[in-house]
């Protein structure tokens, strides 16, 4: 992966982190919808296993946005540290 496609899903998750905290905020269902336009009930998350992995699908918004925020936060320290 270049520098430039893991800015932009950093990009991507950071805006994916406002829409949930914004949800949350009003109490309502986030409006997230997948490559066809429809509604998501929670997203899918890929656990990596040495050499092989694991997929949770339909995870709840609450952890998503969790793993988000802390998946994202540590991938942008870890790229400035090594700059």
Not at 1 to 24: C, F, H, N, Q, S
Not at 48 to 75: C, F, K, M, Q
């Amino acid at each position: 992966m270049d520098i430039a496609t893991a800015w932009r899903e950093i990009e991507v998750a950071g805006e994916m982190l406002e829409t949930l905290k914004k949800a949350r905020k009003e109490q309502a269902v986030p409006d997230i919808r997948d490559a066809f336009g429809r509604l998501r009930g929670g997203l899918q998350l890929g656990v990596p296993s040495g050499s092989n992995g694991h997929r949770l699908y339909d995870v709840p918004w609450s952890l998503a946005e969790t793993v988000i925020e802390r998946t994202s936060h540590t991938t942008a320290l870890a790229f400035r540290r090594s700059r």
